[in-house]
């Protein structure tokens, strides 16, 4: 396994207006373990607020976890040691979802290019290096004098792409890659992160909650509600025998459920991360919950062929 987590736990405290204390904290992150192959790609799906963001953060080295551990290539690695926090963050790049906010509006193209390069202290062959970075992104050398507000999304994106690339990463986490472009721009970007990965032999962790993208280009699925995995499988076991009631809706939300009729009836807005249900946290919106459900958390359990879920009702 070229990058994985172990019990990740990560709660943000939430201070109370006066005394400036915590009144709670939000359980963001709670108990994650999760591996990502060597050139394959796991998909991320799950409910706004869930923890997804949070997850691919601390999988990046940009939080530090409360509890748990990071490995990457059989190693684990320390995200409060600055220097091997850096050789780290060589080979596990992020492209965020908001191209807009990514860039520094001052820096042209060129210099957010070879901003990293020089954070890293890599010597490559100047202008030359960037153009072959650009042209692997589908982008012209006319572009490098250019101001991120000069660009159009399609553009900044594929610049986001770039600036990633040009350290030459082993691991790259999309955070939702294409949901700010227009469905003619979406389609490009798809065929350029499939080229890239099989050009550069690169491993991706993509959230999205487009169902339909994550079909198209991971190799594995992981569902995660209120902080926690709750199901795990190839694509193929998703799409087609997926275990978890909360996959279930979301495949038939979607549109892309093997269930052709009847409902499974999940109503109602998830519970707040500040007081999660006991027991199993999707109990509260779940038809098929039983008693056993509220007074013991289900925990991911093998269903064959590298397929987890967490279930108490479906075994």
């Known amino acids: 396994m070229l990058l994985s987590v172990h019990h990740l736990r990560k709660y943000f405290p939430v201070q109370s207006s006066f005394w400036r204390k915590a009144s709670g904290f939000i359980h963001a992150v709670d108990g994650v373990s999760l591996f990502l192959p060597a050139q394959q790609t796991i998909g991320l799906v799950g409910e706004s607020g869930c923890g997804k963001s949070t997850l691919a953060r601390i999988m990046v080295g940009l939080i530090v976890p409360d509890a748990g551990e990071?490995?990457?290539?059989?190693?684990?690695?320390?995200?409060?040691?600055s220097q091997q926090l850096n050789r780290f963050r060589q080979n596990v790049q992020i492209v965020f979802q908001d191209s807009a906010n990514a860039f520094d509006p001052r820096f042209t193209v060129k210099k957010i290019l070879e901003e990293p390069l020089k954070i890293n202290r890599l010597k490559v062959?100047?202008?030359?290096?960037?153009?072959?970075i650009l042209e692997s992104v589908g982008l012209s050398e006319e572009i490098l004098l250019r101001y991120p507000h000069q660009l159009s999304g399609g553009q900044r994106q594929r610049v986001g792409i770039?600036?990633?690339?040009?350290?030459?990463?082993?691991?790259?986490?999309l955070d939702e890659p294409v949901s700010a472009l227009d469905i003619s721009i979406q389609g490009q970007i798809l065929n350029l992160l499939l080229d890239i990965q099989k050009k550069y032999r690169l491993s991706y962790l993509i959230i999205s909650h487009d169902l339909k993208v994550i079909r198209r280009l991971c190799d594995w699925i992981a569902v995660m509600y209120l902080g926690k995995i709750v199901e795990f499988a190839p694509r193929q076991k998703i799409f087609n025998e997926s275990y978890h009631p909360y996959t279930k809706s979301l495949l038939q939300a979607a549109q892309l459920s093997a269930l052709t009729t009847g409902s499974l009836g999940i109503q109602g807005e998830p519970p707040s991360p500040l007081h999660p249900p006991s027991g199993c946290r999707f109990?509260?919106?779940?038809?098929?919950?039983?008693?056993?459900?509220?007074?013991?958390e289900p925990l991911l359990t093998p269903r064959g062929a590298g397929h987890k879920a967490a279930c108490h009702v479906f075994v």
């Open 283 to 296: 109990r509260t919106r779940c038809p098929f919950a039983e008693k056993r459900c509220q007074e013991e």
């Open 70 to 81: 990071v490995f990457y290539d059989g190693k684990k690695i320390s995200l409060e040691n």
């Open 162 to 173: 770039a600036r990633a690339l040009v350290v030459r990463p082993k691991v790259l986490i």
């Open 125 to 132: 062959e100047g202008s030359l290096y960037l153009r072959k």
